[in-house]
T-cell receptor, first 113, second 110 residues
Framework: AQSVSQHNHHVILSEAASLELGCNYS??????LFWYVQYPGQHLQLLLK??????LVKGIKGFEAEFIKSKFSFNLRKPSVQWSDTAEYFC???????????FGTGTSLTVIP | DTAVSQTPKYLVTQMGNDKSIKCEQN?????MYWYKQDSKKFLKIMFS???????INETVPNRFSPKSPDKAHLNLHINSLELGDSAVYFC?????????FGPGTRLTVL
């Protein structure tokens, strides 16, 4: 069965620090990849997505992610975090054979002002 | 013009009661989902409906039953509520390339 792993469960950073959150998936076929963000008390919102083409994807609010097929990874990055980036971050995978989305367990990011 | 809406936003009830959560999407998507998010923020898929057919049921207790009167609605009915059912329940819809989530329903069972 497909699975998505997020190895960082809790990350605490100071403002202006750089961020990288790991995401690995297990599926041998073609996948679509997503990062969602959930701000405190809110629902999940899409940060960015990758379907094909340039493996470096740029999303909203200065986030980007790089798809490395050989490593089955789709890590999320931001060069300089802000206090307002404090949230839960979820990596998700969707196989192009259907409408099934597989979510990681999430990473809680706390940014200290 | 909310894309995915859920009602109620908060639901507080006693153990043993039966309750329903409603979900509606105006995106014209074919597939809708219910997720349960526990206190640790783990997001667990419960059901999905594609063109009114159940296509995922991740070992959810049969006290939970999804009902889809039409493609735009997927309601969640819960019988005999238990303490462990307390969580935030999210509805979502998709058209393969992205999922859109509703605002969530925080269920508290006393």
């Amino acid at each position: 069965a497909q699975s998505v792993s997020q190895h960082n469960h809790h990350v605490i950073l100071s403002e202006a620090a750089s961020l990288e959150l790991g995401c690995n998936y297990s599926y041998g076929g073609t996948v679509n990849l997503f990062w969602y963000v959930q701000y405190p008390g809110q629902h999940l919102q899409l940060l960015l997505k990758y379907f094909s083409g340039d493996p470096l994807v740029k999303g909203i609010k200065g986030f980007e992610a790089e798809f490395i097929k050989s490593k089955f990874s789709f890590n999320l990055r931001k060069p300089s975090v802000q206090w307002s980036d404090t949230a839960e971050y979820f990596c998700a995978v969707n196989t192009n054979t259907g409408n099934q989305f597989y979510f990681g367990t999430g990473t809680s990011l706390t940014v200290i002002p | 013009d909310t894309a995915v809406s859920q009602t109620p936003k908060y639901l507080v009830t006693q153990m043993g009661n039966d309750k329903s959560i409603k979900c509606e999407q105006n995106l014209g998507h074919d597939t809708m989902y219910w997720y349960k998010q526990d206190s640790k923020k783990f997001l667990k898929i419960m059901f999905s409906y594609n063109n009114k057919e159940l296509i995922i049921n991740e070992t959810v207790p049969n006290r939970f039953s999804p009902k889809s009167p039409d493609k735009a609605h997927l309601n969640l009915h819960i019988n005999s509520l238990e303490l462990g059912d307390s969580a935030v329940y999210f509805c979502a819809s998709s058209q393969i390339d992205e999922q859109f989530f509703g605002p969530g329903t925080r269920l508290t069972v006393l």
